[in-house]
């Protein structure tokens, strides 16, 4: 029974005193992945592809407009689908400029804090903008009119 012990130890890769071992080495690694996404700061170029597409640009703004909103907010107040405003959601998490928060059932996606100074002050600035309220007037009308509207 000691062979087929040591054999089943052999097989099922590293002992339990190697775990233990290797354990502590995972926080480090992890710690230096947070410190390499803190300091890792977004490029203006990167930034401005981002809104150049006109979706993400509607979503920024009504974000910047209202707080945080659901998808599903989105999905109406822009008249598109699903898939597409999900999307193009995660193309602007990914560069860190929105957050996802979840609560409950629902996904709440909002403005990081984390976003360079400079990147906020363009934030501000279009979300000012008179000219855009004038141009996106419907998509602010579409979420006022239906708050809630997720099933």
Not at 115 to 136: D, F, H, T
Request: net charge positive.
């Amino acid at each position: 029974m000691d062979a087929l012990s040591s054999q089943r130890k052999e097989s099922s890769g590293a002992s339990k005193e190697t775990r233990q071992l290797l354990t502590p080495l995972r926080k480090p690694i992890n710690i230096w992945i947070s410190i390499c996404q803190y300091i890792y700061t977004m490029l203006p170029h990167q930034f401005f592809k981002l809104l150049s597409d006109e979706t993400r640009l509607r979503c920024l703004l009504l974000i910047a407009r209202h707080g945080s909103l659901r998808v599903c907010d989105l999905t109406s107040a822009l008249e598109e689908s699903q898939p597409k405003v999900s999307r193009h959601l995660a193309q602007l998490r990914a560069l860190g400029v929105f957050k996802d928060k979840r609560q409950g059932q629902w996904v709440y996606y909002g403005i990081s804090r984390d976003i360079p100074g400079w990147c906020r002050k363009v934030i501000e600035g279009l979300a000012a903008s008179r000219c855009l309220q004038k141009e996106y007037r419907a998509d602010n009308e579409r979420l006022r009119s239906n708050p809630g509207s997720c099933h």
